[in-house]
């Protein structure tokens, strides 16, 4: 027989590392979060297991076999099915109270406001390749003055990043609108991982094409992204512990079992970052060129 659900006992492990108190503060929260895939996916699952009850989400994509390797809801089960729907089920299926705005055409530029409204924070869980989407939604959340955390997984790693209200935006720190729309895929990644402890254990660099939008992944690094974002969401929603804001991040790095902290003041326009990101545009015309090791 299946017990009641029971939110006090659902998540009554999660005391100690909180009190009563601030796990009922969870429970009255919301989160929005665009991108039910690798990382927005785990994201979600993260969060409902900590005791978030309320949500925002935006996701227009359907599971397809090549999601298997990294995303939580894609199974034999879930292929070609609405990653949205199967992703609010199985949140539903730890909290069943979870209260849930749905957004199936995913974020844009004619919704991203209505999308932020009333959320306490936004976690970023677009696709890599998603600027159009990824620069309005935090752009609305720097206007409305609402927490923004971005945890990309890279290589077998995750780069934190918050764009806190008062402090440095996104816009400025990657510097998006400055120079080619073709260059925004390496700033994004020289942005967010500015320390490059990836870069020595890509055996095959001709899997990585910026330009088609197309680039591996693995589980490892978006498991990482989860456990990082919901300790920052954590934080951020309780209004404790050091949240580090850009230009400030944070990069761990599994495979080389290395954690460095980062700053750009600046971002962008930071010296050491122009100087990076011409390097690694030389670098990854270089690396295409090369043969396998």
Same mark, same amino acid.
């Given at each position: 027989?299946?017990?009641?659900?029971?939110?006090?006992?659902?998540?009554?492990?999660?005391?100690?590392?909180?009190?009563?108190?601030?796990?009922?503060?969870?429970?009255? @929260?919301?989160?929005?979060?665009?991108?039910?895939?690798?990382?927005?996916?785990?994201?979600?699952?993260?969060?409902?297991?900590?005791?978030?009850?309320?949500?925002?989400?935006?996701?227009?994509?359907?599971?397809?076999?090549?999601?298997?390797?990294?995303? =939580?809801?894609?199974?034999?089960?879930?292929?070609?099915?609405?990653?949205?729907?199967?992703?609010?089920?199985?949140?539903?299926?730890?909290?069943?109270?979870?209260?849930?705005?749905?957004?199936?055409?995913?974020?844009?530029?004619?919704?991203?406001?209505?999308?932020?409204?009333?959320?306490?924070?936004? =976690?970023?869980?677009?696709?890599?390749?998603?600027?159009?989407?990824?620069?309005?939604?935090?752009?609305?959340?720097?206007?409305?003055?609402?927490?923004?955390?971005?945890?990309?997984? =890279?290589?077998?790693?995750?780069?934190?990043?918050?764009?806190?209200?008062? @402090?440095?935006?996104?816009?400025?720190?990657?510097?998006?609108?400055?120079?080619?729309?073709?260059? @925004?895929?390496?700033?994004?990644?020289?942005?967010?991982?500015?320390?490059?402890?990836?870069?020595?254990?890509?055996?095959?660099?001709?899997?990585?094409?910026?330009?088609?939008?197309?680039?591996?992944?693995?589980?490892?690094?978006?498991?990482?992204?989860?456990?990082?974002?919901?300790?920052?969401?954590?934080?951020?929603?309780?209004?404790?512990?050091?949240?580090?804001?850009?230009?400030?991040?944070?990069?761990?790095?599994?495979?080389?079992?290395?954690?460095?902290?980062?700053?750009?003041?600046?971002?962008?326009?930071?010296?050491?970052?122009?100087?990076?990101?011409?390097?690694? @545009?030389?670098?990854?015309?270089?690396?295409?060129?090369?043969?396998?090791?």
């Amino acid at each position: 027989m299946i017990a009641a659900f029971d939110y006090d006992t659902a998540f009554a492990r999660n005391l100690g590392w909180l009190t009563p108190g601030e796990q009922q503060t969870l429970r009255g @929260k919301c989160v929005a979060i665009a991108g039910l895939g690798g990382v927005g996916g785990l994201h979600l699952l993260t969060l409902v297991r900590l005791g978030v009850g309320r949500f925002r989400l935006a996701e227009f994509d359907t599971f397809e076999l090549v999601n298997f390797n990294r995303q =939580i809801g894609a199974t034999l089960t879930s292929l070609a099915k609405p990653k949205l729907d199967v992703m609010m089920a199985m949140a539903r299926d730890i909290n069943p109270e979870v209260d849930i705005v749905t957004y199936p055409e995913g974020v844009n530029a004619n919704n991203v406001t209505a999308f932020v409204d009333g959320a306490d924070l936004f =976690i970023d869980g677009l696709d890599f390749f998603a600027f159009a989407a990824r620069e309005a939604v935090f752009a609305a959340c720097a206007k409305h003055r609402i927490p923004a955390t971005t945890v990309a997984p =890279i290589g077998m790693g995750a780069a934190l990043l918050n764009f806190m209200p008062g @402090k440095m935006g996104f816009e400025r720190y990657f510097g998006f609108a400055r120079g080619a729309a073709a260059d @925004k895929p390496l700033k994004f990644l020289i942005g967010l991982a500015p320390a490059m402890l990836h870069r020595r254990y890509l055996v095959d660099p001709s899997f990585v094409d910026l330009a088609a939008g197309r680039g591996p992944s693995t589980v490892m690094a978006c498991q990482i992204c989860a456990g990082i974002a919901g300790t920052e969401a954590l934080k951020i929603l309780l209004g404790r512990g050091n949240v580090a804001a850009a230009p400030r991040g944070i990069h761990f790095d599994a495979y080389r079992n290395k954690l460095v902290s980062t700053w750009r003041p600046g971002g962008y326009r930071h010296p050491l970052q122009r100087t990076l990101f011409a390097l690694a @545009k030389r670098q990854f015309t270089r690396m295409r060129s090369a043969p396998p090791r």
